[in-house]
């Protein structure tokens, strides 16, 4: 619905720019003589341009009442900036202009023309034509977010400034015609020459705008994460490091995990380049850890001291590995320019850390996500309670799109699996199936020929998880659903719904012979995971006092991003690395709004906490306590989390579709007084995404 609202709102805001320029052009033109017929004609268009202005004005306000009523956060921009620039010179449309051009229309003749070349007339439409040009730049090129007072005020000001401009000048053409009368009509290549030039001056000027828009938008060559750094423009080491770590600071360096004690368990990840094939045959020249995509499955124990080594034997390209979901020590967290430096080729970086936590997680590459990522730099981190839940079949899923070679689009496929993939399992047995989106989109499954259970959310149990059946389930970019349910004596199968048609082709079947049929179900209705299971006690809620309280909106918009033309992602109207910059201290208890404006899903993970969800679209949570790591804010949403600041460092906070964080949808959330040594930027080893 609220996609829809947004849509039309956008054309609405396309229409009246185009309607009341084109009218302020007509408008402003010097009388003329003309025939009574011409006259009458002029006059009844720019009637016409009048009311169609003013019709799509009201269709403006209506589009913004519905999309206020989803959330005030949806409106509020347009609100405050847009409908008074143009509810306001409409009305003095109808009221100055109208009555001049029917006047005109009804007595064609010179006098009556310049009456309605009179300010009251023709200013009128001039800043509805103004108006209408903010109203759509602020929705589509520069989008605005609270706070707004001071800027909702500056364009204003603006606004009124050129009005009063334009009346001061408009005046004055209009008294030169009453005295001089209509200036003849100039010849062809006068207007000609006229017309030349106007456009030369508007190209270049233009071409200038341009040009400095796209200068502006360059990135820094190397910049630090640590808010305040007064070090930004001094660098050392090929740019990779800082040189200074101001005094009564915490480096994130000294946040590491266990390094004297002895390790439970080992791994070696080697990152290399390898050409797989799915199931279908199509190669994709992929990067693979240990040679396998995706990559092995890394199980340990809930408080093992775990230590991975993490060889890069890639040809160029520098790689740091995330553990997406664990609350590992800062230093631990695997961001290149943040936590560590990239591992270049033929380098090693070891990583040591004790999960708290249990359920299942994923590590991935976090250099250049939006690439190393989709070429297969990921697997599983299945994190094992002290008494784990038996059962007869454990299965990991990894929804993801490899770019094949010789195809068009991106291949869909369960792991490698990019067609109906057959597996046995006995009725009555008990089946776990790990569900991950590795992908760069939501993906949503259907689960035909039996009930089950979600047991757990981003590897956090719900407690009293109750049987589900015909519902969707919509898993965002990085997040996990573990599903179980009993194996009954037919066929069941698993369905990424998508793409339908092309889903029939794809997907798991499992049945007690391998073999069988079954249609897989297209559900109309997604699961709701902030109304299943039972209630139960968390340390806080939505009445619990917070520390601190930090609005997050998200928007897309048209413009440069690193000196490149392009649709950006903003967070509070703003492009990294511009964009709010969360600060806490240790012990705060935090509370995020998120509010999506965009026309895409934001998938939005904060490294380093669990966010407890405290409400969505305004409804509280009723179900079993939600704890999330990746907050899928879907088109139109509002949720409200909230997290204790208990693990100090800097921590990304970014939107996991890899395509939205490389263009601008990433900030951090810094602790007081941790400050870090790394750099990131094209000057550098590091580019975090």
Not at 167 to 187: C, E, K, M, N
Not at 346 to 370: I, K, N
Request: charged share 20%; with cysteine; net charge positive.
């Amino acid at each position: 619905m609220f996609e829809t609202l947004l849509n039309a709102d956008l054309q609405a805001a396309l229409l009246t720019f185009m309607v009341w320029t084109t009218g302020a052009v007509l408008m402003s033109r010097r009388p003329v003589e003309r025939s009574r017929r011409r006259g009458k004609a002029r006059a009844v268009t720019l009637l016409v341009l009048a009311g169609l202005g003013t019709l799509l004005v009201l269709g403006r306000i209506l589009t913004v009442t519905l999309m206020g009523r989803v959330s005030w956060l949806f409106a509020v921009d347009r609100v405050a900036v847009a409908l008074p620039l143009l509810a306001v010179p409409a009305a003095a449309v109808l009221a100055g202009s109208v009555p001049r051009l029917v006047a005109w229309a009804r007595t064609p003749s010179l006098d009556t023309r310049t009456a309605a070349f009179s300010p009251t007339a023709v200013v009128p439409f001039q800043t509805a034509a103004a108006g209408a040009f903010v109203g759509l730049w602020t929705a589509l090129v520069t989008v605005l977010a609270p706070p707004l007072l001071t800027l909702a005020l500056l364009i204003h000001s603006t606004v009124v400034l050129l009005a009063a401009f334009s009346w001061l000048g408009q005046t004055r053409r209009w008294l030169s015609a009453v005295r001089t009368g209509p200036r003849p009509r100039r010849s062809r290549p006068v207007r000609a020459l006229r017309a030349l030039a106007v456009v030369t001056t508007l190209a270049v000027t233009a071409t200038g705008l341009v040009n400095l828009a796209a200068t502006s938008s360059r990135l820094p060559a190397s910049m630090s994460m640590a808010p305040g750094d007064a070090a930004q423009a001094h660098q050392h080491g090929g740019g990779r490091e800082s040189a200074v770590i101001p005094s009564g600071t915490t480096s994130v360096t000294s946040l590491t995990g266990p390094r004297d004690d002895r390790p439970d368990r080992r791994f070696t990840l080697v990152a290399k380049e390898r050409t797989v094939r799915l199931a279908s045959g199509k190669a994709v020249r992929a990067w693979a850890f240990n040679g396998q995509v995706p990559g092995p499955v890394l199980r340990v124990r809930q408080g093992e001291l775990v230590e991975i080594t993490v060889r890069n034997e890639l040809r160029s390209a520098n790689v740091a590995v995330h553990w997406h979901g664990v609350d590992v020590p800062n230093a631990e967290d695997g961001v290149p320019g943040v936590t560590q430096n990239a591992t270049r080729p033929g380098a090693t970086h070891v990583y040591r850390f004790r999960p708290d936590e249990s359920g299942t997680h994923w590590y991935h590459s976090h250099q250049q996500t939006s690439v190393q990522v989709v070429k297969g730099l990921f697997g599983a981190l299945i994190i094992d309670p002290p008494k784990p839940e038996p059962v007869d079949h454990d299965w990991f899923l990894a929804m993801h799109s490899w770019d094949a070679v010789g195809a068009d689009d991106p291949v869909p496929a369960l792991g490698l699996a990019d067609r109906l993939e057959h597996r046995r399992a006995a009725p009555g047995s008990r089946i776990r199936l790990r569900l991950l989106n590795s992908d760069r989109l939501t993906h949503v499954f259907s689960l035909t020929g039996t009930p089950f259970r979600v047991t757990a959310l981003d590897g956090n149990p719900v407690r009293d998880p109750g049987l589900v059946s015909g519902k969707g389930l919509a898993i965002g970019a990085g997040a996990r659903y573990d599903v179980e349910f009993v194996m009954p004596d037919r066929p069941v199968r698993l369905t990424e719904t998508q793409d339908f048609v092309g889903a029939l082709d794809r997907g798991l079947m499992i049945s007690a012979d391998g073999r069988g049929e079954i249609t897989p179900d297209r559900p109309s209705k997604d699961f709701d995971p902030t109304a299943y299971g039972t209630p139960a006690p968390t340390p806080f809620g939505p009445d619990s006092r917070f520390s601190r309280t930090y609005s997050m909106v998200f928007d897309n918009e048209l413009g440069f991003y690193d000196g490149k033309f392009t649709f950006a992602w903003t967070i509070n109207g703003k492009v990294f690395p511009d964009g709010p910059h969360l600060t806490v201290r240790e012990g705060d208890l935090v509370r995020l709004r998120f509010a999506n404006r965009s026309h895409f899903d934001h998938p939005m993970h904060l490294h380093g906490h669990h966010v407890l969800v405290l409400s969505r679209n305004g409804r509280k949570v009723s179900g079993s306590p939600v704890w999330l790591d990746t907050v899928n804010v879907r088109v139109g949403e509002v949720w409200e989390v909230a997290f204790r600041a208990d693990n100090p460092g800097i921590w990304m906070d970014h939107c996991h579709i890899g395509d939205h964080a490389v263009l601008g949808m990433m900030t951090h959330l810094s602790y007081e007084n941790v400050t870090s040594p790394y750099r990131m930027g094209r000057d550098t080893d590091n580019q975090a995404e």
